[in-house]
C-alpha cells in the first residue's frame, strides 16, 4: 500500500470513528428503554415495554409531557409570525439602526442562558408571572425567535424582491403582495423557523428550571430532577420518545428544503 | 383580480420615490414590524440584565463595589473561573480536533457520503441536551458499557470512575458542542474553490502539501468562528456539568444559579453574571473584527 492510501484509510477510520462518537450515544438510549430489568446494563437481559408503561400511567410525567406540548405548540404559533414580521422588517430596511436592531434580537443566543434564566425570573418574579404557563410561553418565545429570524432570513435573501414590487405596483397593497406572492416562495424557511421554534422550546431546561414549576413544571425539568437523584430507566423511554420527535422533526425540515429545491 | 385594475394612490409611494418623507414612513413600517419581537427581547432580557448590572454595585441600597471585589478576591471564585476556563479550552481543542476531520471529510467526499455525514451531525444537534447527558451517565456509570468492554478486555482490573468528575462533564460537553464546530466549519470549507488545489496539484504538490499551503489557511476563518462559538458556549453551560460532575465540577454558571437559588444573593449572582458577560462580548467583539458576526451565529 502506498503512502497516500494509507493515509487515506487512516482519514476515513477517523472520522468513522468520530461520526460512531457522536451517534452511538443517541441510540444506545433505545434499546435501553425496552429493557425488562431496572439495572441499566448493555445488553438489556430481556425486553419489555414496562418503562413506557410507566411513563404513560404516571399522574406526574403525563401532566409534565402535557405542559411542555402545550408550550412548544404555541411557542411555534406565536414565534413564527412574530419572527417572520421581524425577519422581513429587518430584510427590507435600509435604515443604519438595522444591524443594531438584528444584534439586539440575537441577544438571546448570545446571552449565556444562564443569564437569560436569572434575568427571566427576575422579572417574572416582580410581575407575578412565576410558575404560569403565560410565562412559560413567553420565555421560549424569546429564545425561539433568533432561530425564526435566522431561517426566514435566509430564505428572504434568496428570494427575488422585484417579484413583490411588481405585485405592489399592480395595486396589491403590501400585506397582501407579502401573503400572495413572497409567503409563498418563503415557505419552507418559514416551516424551518416553526420547527426549530417547536424544538426549542420542547427541549429548554434552563429557563423552565428558574420559572417554571407546580402545575406548569415542564417534561425536560421532571427529567432533569430525576437525572440528579437516580438513573431511572423511565428516563430512557421518555429519551426514546424526545429523540424520536426530533427525528421526525429533522426530516419534516429535510423535506420542506426538498421540495423547495425539487 | 379585481383591484389590478383600478388606480391606486398607494402607486405614488412606490420605492423609486426617495424623498425623506417617504423614507421615513418606510422605516415607521419597518419599526412596527419589528417591534413584537424587540418589546418580548426588551422585557424579558434587556430591562432584567440593566437591573442586574445596577444590583452588582449595591450593598444595602447603596453604591458599593463590594460584590465584585469578593469574585476578584475570594480563592472560591478565582478557582470556578479557572476551572471553567479550563474545561471550556479542553472542549474547544478537543472539538476543533474532532470536528476539523468531520467537516473536511463532509466537504471533499462524494454528496452521498457527505449528505450522509451532516445527517448525523445534525441529527444530535437536535437531540435534548438531557437526552445525551442521560446517555452519557448510562455509558460512563461503574457498570456502564465502557467500564464493561475496558475490564473485558483485561485493561483494568476495576471499574474506572469516569462520571461524576471532571473528565464525565468534558465528554459529554465535546459530544453536546461538538456539531457548533462541524457546521461553521463545513459551510466555510465548502466555499473554497476546488480549482485552487487542482491548480495546486498540476503545479506538482503533493496532497499534503496543498492541504496545508491552500486548503488550510483558507478554512481557517471557519476555525475560528467554530471554536469562539463552542468556547463561549462552553462558558456558560449548566446543564451538563451539573449533571455529569458529580457536585464537584462547580462551573461560573453553577455560581449564578447556587447564589440565587439557595443563597438568594442578588448581588453576588448579578456580579458574577456581569464577569460572565464581560468575558463573552469581549471575545464575541475580538472576534468579529476578524469574523462576521452572522457568520458565527449562523448556525442551526
Given amino acids: ?54 411513563f404513560f400511567s404516571s399522574n406526574g410525567w403525563m401532566s409534565a409531557a402535557k405542559t411542555s406540548l402545550i408550550a412548544a405548540i404555541s411557542t411555534a404559533l406565536i414565534a413564527t409570525p412574530v419572527g417572520v414580521a421581524a425577519a422581513y422588517g429587518l430584510n427590507a430596511s435600509t435604515h443604519w439602526s438595522v444591524r443594531y436592531l438584528k444584534l439586539l434580537l440575537l441577544l438571546p443566543l448570545i446571552v449565556p442562558i444562564i443569564i437569560v434564566a436569572a434575568g427571566v425570573f427576575l422579572s417574572y418574579a416582580m410581575t407575578g408571572l412565576l410558575h404560569s404557563l403565560p410565562g412559560l410561553i413567553m420565555a421560549d418565545v424569546m429564545l425561539a425567535l433568533p432561530y425564526v429570524i ?35 416562495q418563503i415557505k419552507p424557511s418559514v416551516i424551518t423557523g416553526a420547527i426549530f421554534a417547536f424544538i426549542q422550546a420542547l ?60 | 383580480m379585481k383591484e ?41 432580557l434587556i430591562v432584567p440584565l440593566g437591573w442586574m448590572i445596577a444590583q452588582s454595585f449595591q450593598v444595602d441600597g447603596s453604591f458599593s463595589l463590594e460584590h465584585y471585589e469578593r469574585v476578584l478576591t475570594d480563592g472560591v471564585y478565582w478557582r470556578t473561573f479557572g476551572l471553567t476556563f479550563r474545561i471550556s ?51 460512563l456509570q461503574r457498570s456502564g ?42 459551510a466555510t470549507m465548502q466555499k473554497i474553490p476546488r480549482d485552487l488545489m487542482l491548480a495546486g496539484s498540476s503545479l506538482g504538490g503533493s496532497p499534503m502539501h496543498i492541504f496545508w499551503r491552500v486548503f488550510f ?10 471554536m469562539t462559538l463552542v468556547f463561549v458556549l462552553c462558558l456558560g453551560f449548566y446543564i451538563t456539568p451539573e449533571l455529569m460532575g458529580g457536585g464537584r465540577t462547580v462551573m461560573a454558571s453553577m455560581l449564578v444559579s447556587r447564589n440565587i437559588q439557595l443563597y438568594v444573593e442578588w448581588g453576588a449572582a448579578s456580579a458574577v453574571s456581569v464577569v460572565l458577560l464581560l468575558m463573552v462580548v469581549t471575545i464575541f467583539y475580538l472576534v468579529s473584527r476578524l469574523v462576521s458576526m452572522e457568520r458565527i451565529l449562523g448556525v442551526k
Avoid at chain 1, 2 to 8: K, Y
Avoid at chain 1, 204 to 217: D, K, P, S
Avoid at chain 1, 221 to 244: C, K, Q
Avoid at chain 2, 108 to 114: A, D, E, F, K, T
Fill in chain 1, 1 to 54: 500500500m502506498n503512502r497516500s492510501s494509507l493515509s487515506r484509510v487512516l482519514f476515513i477510520g477517523y472520522v468513522t470513528l468520530v461520526l460512531l462518537f457522536l451517534v452511538l450515544p443517541v441510540l444506545i438510549v433505545i434499546p435501553m428503554s425496552f429493557s425488562d430489568s431496572r439495572f441499566l446494563s448493555f445488553p438489556p437481559p430481556g425486553y419489555s415495554l414496562r418503562w413506557y408503561d410507566a
Fill in chain 1, 150 to 184: 435566522t431561517a426566514v432570513a435566509a430564505g428572504l435573501q434568496g428570494f427575488d424582491n422585484s417579484q413583490e414590487m411588481v405585485a405592489r405596483s399592480l395595486g396589491m397593497n403590501r400585506f397582501r403582495a407579502f401573503m400572495v406572492v413572497v409567503l409563498p
Fill in chain 1, 203 to 262: 427541549d429548554e431546561t434552563m429557563v423552565a428550571l428558574f420559572i417554571a414549576g407546580g402545575q406548569n413544571q415542564t417534561l425536560t425539568v421532571r427529567m432533569f430532577t430525576a437525572l440528579r437523584d437516580e438513573i431511572d430507566p423511565t428516563i430512557a423511554a421518555i429519551s426514546t420518545l424526545l429523540t424520536a420527535t426530533s427525528f421526525a422533526m429533522v426530516m419534516l425540515v429535510a423535506m420542506a428544503r426538498q421540495r423547495a429545491t425539487a
Fill in chain 2, 4 to 44: 389590478t385594475t383600478l388606480p391606486n394612490p398607494g402607486l405614488q409611494a412606490m420605492p423609486k420615490d426617495n424623498s425623506a418623507r417617504f423614507q421615513r414612513r418606510e422605516h415607521h413600517l419597518m419599526l412596527a414590524l419589528l417591534m413584537p419581537a424587540l418589546l418580548i427581547v426588551t422585557l424579558l
Fill in chain 2, 89 to 139: 479550552f479542553i472542549v474547544t481543542l478537543a472539538a476543533l480536533l474532532l470536528g476539523y476531520p468531520l467537516a473536511y471529510a463532509a466537504t471533499v467526499l462524494p454528496r452521498r457520503w457527505s449528505l450522509m455525514i451532516l445527517a448525523l451531525v445534525i441529527v444530535p444537534f437536535w437531540t435534548s441536551v438531557l437526552v445525551r447527558a442521560y446517555a452519557w451517565l448510562i455509558l
Fill in chain 2, 145 to 186: 458499557v465502557i467500564n464493561q468492554t475496558l475490564m473485558g478486555l483485561g485493561l483494568t482490573d476495576a471499574p474506572l470512575a469516569l462520571v461524576h468528575n471532571e473528565f464525565g462533564t468534558i465528554v459529554a460537553t465535546v459530544h453536546i458542542l461538538l456539531p457548533f464546530m462541524v457546521l461553521p466549519l463545513y
Fill in chain 2, 217 to 226: 489557511p483558507l478554512s481557517l476563518s471557519g476555525v475560528l468562528a467554530g
